[in-house]
């Protein structure tokens, strides 16, 4: 099992109490979309193109939490069957981003400044391949996953504020 933590509004918490699962299949949409879920789901097609929640293996790798019982928000903390949780590296998720950010979206932009700025040799392939690449021991570990399912949920907590 993986231990993590999702960030959510109370309303998303008592819609997964009534309906028990939650797939990921409508979180991404050409109108509210960045660049690198853009690439991620409907370029690579990662979960078949449906999106997925991100979550934490630490709760206040965010920041500070602040719990507070008449909060907006739920921390939410998930076992997560190994099978089901796919890890990748939080800090190459933020390069990414920079990656193509800095192209404004723009993927053959994006993939020369991945090769002639930053020197990596897959270009932005290899740049969204380091998202998975777990072997820095001390990275922070983000898990995505293509639906909730309430039978993992182990606690709830209000929480002040969410940090997503």
Known sequence: MVKCYHYCTNEFLHELMDKQIIY????????????????????????????MFFTWTHPDYKGPIKYDEKGKYSLVELEVPENIAIKT??????????????????????????????????????SYNAIFDLSDTKMEIQVLLPYIDLKWVKSTKNVHRRYI
């Open 89 to 126: 590296n939080y800090e190459n998720w933020c390069s990414f981003q920079v990656d193509l950010d800095e192209a404004n979206g723009n993927l053959e932009l994006a993939d020369k400044i991945c090769r002639e700025d930053y020197g990596i040799k897959d270009g932005l392939l290899g």
């Open 24 to 51: 990921a299949n409508d979180i991404i949409n050409t109108e509210n979309a960045n660049y690198v879920k853009n690439y991620v789901f409907k370029e690579k097609k990662l979960n078949k193109g449906n999106g």
